[in-house]
Structures are given as structure tokens and as C-alpha cells.
RNA sequence: GGGCGCGUGGCCCAGUCUGGAUAUGGCAACAGCCUCCUAAGCUGUAGAUCGGGGGUUCGAAUCCCCCCGCGCCCGCCA
């Protein structure tokens, strides 16, 4: 829960005890220009009877008497709000001050736990999965910030066919190697491409699963060793872009385990047999196959033993997914809601598929792009342009502003399009540092702290006058919590990032327009807009990944 | 074929849930701005029948219906 000086709230309060009526909706921020909040009073005209004089006649004073509240207008149809000019950067500053953070938030007990990448440990992470990632880490930031007890987890799926598949390539094409990343890797890619026709497929996977669920030890174990050095590598990678996953689960320790029983036991007067086979029909008619002929687990039986075991630790369950996997999700919360009986709050983010330059990702075909080069060409690139922008800066300085650029970069374009949205990566545009991107924020940062760095000493004097782009600077601090409380809502970690563009075009607006050193009797405004304004862009931009630097 | 989702200037994207006052930014193009706190910036110009058609409404990018295009899913894979 967030603490600041909710003045919609209050406003809207004020409003609603003289007109009960009043939607949510009716009073809204400003976006023509004209104030700062716009009641609509034609709407309630309609509801009520009233006409539109006496509509603002009730509602006037009802909020007039708020202590933030400036000018009122009435014009044609709408109720113009102004907030006084020196309320906004007094809020902020105050919270800051006092509180250490703006806003400040309340612990809420609830658990939330977020699960994401859970990519199967078969090859490196590619650029399609890293937006699971990204958007995944980004939303258990935003979620912890708000005030949430917040872990993440990661699925590792090292039983069934994929992972079946990565032991019975390397077995075949690398029998007696060392197994590393490369040669696990080239086994898998190799086995596939003979696993084409389904026969071959269940002549070479179905006894290695066989022999897995009937816990043949060795199997397991190979398997578990062959995932733990692809998983290393996974891991490695998205450190590398700041993402650090707090638990790892792995869905072998569900195969003998008491869930996967209970959910058969579940679900048993529901369970119909094909053949042996089993499963249940929802509905909406879809059939699901929990277990196959020959008695082993399918996916869709573990999930559900996995999401019973994360109930045990969470009262908020919130699952990043492919798109490919939105029919899952929701037979999935289907089950466990209608059938089962589950507590928490279950919520599916799903994103869209990323392709290529135009064509579609292919593992096989070698069209793919990881993260890893990802990384190592962006920073490269933005090597490139610190050193001609910067030939000031020494060798080690230019590296590190270089891999914080290329990191946040990425990180920023991933998470600035909506997920639902599909994404054509293109190098051209991924290393391109202008326009709506991360160095745009981050050299905003840069240039704030340049100018606290060269202000010194300066006489005390807080002028309650404010410019234009003063007071449009102050007020883009203030509405921080709203964004941030409306990517909560939404689970859309974008609003953040469209945030942080508005607060930092805000900011540059008023550096354009207003000189700091040397402003006389403005100066101490301008300095506690700067210092106000770093704190809050860090605060937002890091719940997306954004790495700040002093000096750019 | 059925289900789900997407379609906004040449390109990328916001706004759609909760209908309202001039449809948001950026890239690319063109014209300007460093004797002044970092020009990875700022200002201006040009560019949009909001996929198409119908409907609801005082009012539709936003809600409803139909159609078109694209993507994903429809496995005893995950």
C-alpha cells in the first residue's frame, strides 16, 4: 500500500458527499492542458437533473475548501481544478525528507510470488524468453516496491519429453564427453531434428521417460546433471542483466511426491479413460490428458502439483507466460479454482511472441539471437558512442558506462511495449541510444547530478513563484505513486516505463528553459527540484532495470 | 474450421478496461539552437479516413455486431 497526498482521493471524497453520485470516472488528471483535474459536471447534469451551474455550485465548495486546492473554473461542461503551484514539490520534498522515500509505502502482508523465465533448461536463453524475464523481474520489483512480500521462482523442467530428449542426444552423439553448455546443446539440436516423425520420436524419448518415472537412478541423475549445466548458464545470463531469481523448484520433486497424488485423488470423479490414458474435459469442452497409457505424468497433471505447492507459501500466485501457453493457463485456473478449491489469487501474465527481422525465431535453423549476444553486440555499440561522445573518459569509466548503457537498454526496450503486444526485433533499432530509450533517461540523471555537483553553497530562499516547466517537473514527481499503483493494478510493468520518459521529457523541458547556477532567489527551488527529481527517477526506473550512472 | 489476441502517420509506440474538451511520444525527413549547469539534449515544419463497414450515444480510437489482415493455441509435447 502506498502513503503520499492522495489528492484525487480527497478531492473525489469531498465530491461524493454532496454528490453521491459521482463515478469514479467523472473526475479525472488533466491531459488537454487546461488545469490540473477536470470534473465533468454535464455528466452529472444527466444523473441528477441538476443543470450544470448547480452542479458546480454544490461541487465547488465542497472541494474548494481542501487545502491543495487552488483555482476552480467552470467551463462549458467541465469543472476546471487547479492545484496550488508550491503543493506538489512540498508533498515530494516532504516525504523525502521525512520518510526516505516517496511515497512511502505500508507493509501488506500478502505473499506474492512470482514465477517467470522457467525456461527448459535445453540451450542458452534467447531474446524471445529474455522478455519473460524482463517482464517478470520488473513486475516482482514493482510489486515489492509497493509494499508486498515478494519472491520469485523458477521452474526448472527436468522431467518429460524436452529434457528426456537432452539425455538421449548427448548419450547418442557425445557418449563419453565431458558434457558442457556447446556439446549438450549440439546432442539435443542433433536428436530433434531425427525426432521429426513422432514414431522415431516415441522410440527414442518414451523408454528414457520410462525409465525416469520408474526412478531408475541413474537416469535421474544424469538428467538432473545435464539441466544444472544448462541452468548454470541460464542463470549466468540474466544476471548479467540484473535478474536474479530467488528460488529455484525443479519438477522432478513432484513425481513422487505427495501433490501429484493429490491432485489425481482430486480430480478422480471427474477422471475419464482413453485407452488407459486419463483425463478430464472442462467446460468449454477442451479434453486433458493428466496421465498417459503407460501410467506416467503429463505437464498439465504436474502443473497443477506445482501450483498446489506454491499455495503453501503464497496468497498471491502470479504466473508469467508465453503466449503459446494462455489456453493452459486458463484450463489451468480453471481446475484449480472450480475443482479444487484454491486460495490464493492467481493472475497470468502472457506476452506475445518476438520474432526476428521479420521471421520467425527457429532454434534449429540457427535463426535465433541469445541474450548473451544480445549483450556483448550492445555493448560494443554503445562502446562506440561514449568513446566519441566522451574521449575525456578513461578506458575503465568508458566500460562501465558502456555495459550499464547497453544493459538498460535492453532491459527498456523489452519492457516499454505492452506484452500483449508482438515484438519484431531489429538490431538497428535495438542499438539505436536515441529518442525513447534508456539513455534518454539515464542522461537526464547524468546531467541532474552534473549540475548538483557545480551548484556549492547557495542562499537559503524557497520562492513559492513557479515557472511553467518548474511546476510541470514538480507535478510529474508528484503523480509517481498513481503510475505506480496503476502498474500494480494492471500487473503492466510498462506504465513505468512510459513514467519514466514523461518524468525525464518534464525534466528536460525545465532545463532547457530554466538556469540553476547562478538564479539568485530561485536557486534553492531549482535545487530541491533536481534533488527530488533524481531520487524519484531512480526509484521508478529501477523497478524496470534501469542502471543509473553519475557520469555518461 | 473453432477458441484467444493484435491492427493507431513511411516505421515503432501511448491512449481502448472505466466513451467526452485539440489522438501521445519517438524513429526516419526538413529547418533551427552549444562565448551559458553534459547537444545521448532542446525548438519548429511536414506527416493519421485510429484495418473496413454498420450500430448504440448528445458524443466512439475507446462499447456492440459483421467483415478483412496478421499471430498464437486446438498433441497420451511442454
Known sequence: MLLFDDVYSDMLDSIRKVLPETNSSDLA??????????????????????NLDQISELVSPAIRGLPFVGKIKNESG?????????????????YLDERKQYPDTFQDPERVLVEHTSTNPTGPIHIGRSRNSVIGDSLARILLRYGYRVTTQYYVNDSGKQ????????????????????????????????????????????????????????????????????????????????????????????????????????????TEDDGGAKYITLPDGAKVYLRRSNGTS???????????????????VIDVLGEDHKDHARHLSTVLKEYMDYKPRIDFVTYGFMSLEGSKFATRMGNIVTLDDLLARTIEEALKVVKEKRPDMPPEKLADVARNVAISSIRFNIIRVN???????????????????????LYAYARAGSILNRVGSFEKHMSVEYDAEERALAKSMFLYPYFLKESVDS????????????????????????????????????????????????????????KFLEEM
Open 29 to 50: 488528471l488533466d491531459k488537454t492542458g487546461r488545469c490540473d483535474y477536470s470534473f465533468r459536471t454535464f455528466r452529472l447534469s444527466k444523473l441528477t437533473g441538476k
Open 78 to 94: 467541465y469543472l476546471n481544478i487547479f492545484i496550488k503551484d508550491s503543493f506538489f514539490l512540498d508533498s515530494v520534498r516532504r
Open 163 to 270: 529434457v528426456a530428449a537432452l539425455y538421449r542426444g548427448f548419450e547418442m552423439f557425445h557418449p563419453g564427453e565431458t558434457p558442457t553448455v556447446d556439446s549438450l546443446l549440439s546432442g539435443y539440436q542433433k536428436i530433434y531434428s531425427e525426432m521429426q516423425d513422432r514414431q522415431k520420436e516415441k522410440e527414442l524419448i518414451d523408454p528414457v521417460i520410462q525409465s525416469y518415472e520408474n526412478g531408475d537412478k541413474e537416469v535421474i541423475e544424469k538428467i538432473r546433471e545435464y539441466c544444472s549445466i544448462m541452468l548454470a548458464g541460464i542463470m549466468e545470463s540474466m544476471l548479467s542483466i540484473g535478474i536474479k531469481i530467488d528460488d529455484y523448484v525443479w519438477e522432478s520433486s513432484f513425481l513422487d511426491g505427495g501433490e501429484l497424488n493429490q491432485v489425481f485423488e482430486s480430480l478422480s470423479d471427474r
Open 298 to 316: 503429463l505437464y498439465f497433471a504436474r502443473d497443477i502439483a506445482y501450483h498446489i505447492f506454491k499455495a503453501m507459501n503464497a496468497d498471491w
Open 419 to 441: 506484452s500483449v503486444k508482438h515484438v519484431d526485433f531489429r538490431w538497428k533499432e535495438a542499438l539505436s541510444f536515441d529518442g525513447d530509450a534508456a539513455p534518454y533517461i
Open 491 to 546: 500487473l503492466r510493468p510498462e506504465i513505468i516505463a512510459a513514467y519514466c520518459l514523461d518524468l525525464v521529457k518534464t525534466f528536460n523541458d525545465f532545463y532547457s528553459a530554466c538556469q540553476v547556477i547562478g538564479s539568485g532567489v530561485e536557486i534553492e527551488k531549482r535545487v530541491t527540484l533536481i534533488t527530488c527529481f533524481r531520487k524519484i527517477l531512480r526509484d521508478a526506473g529501477s523497478l524496470i532495470g534501469i
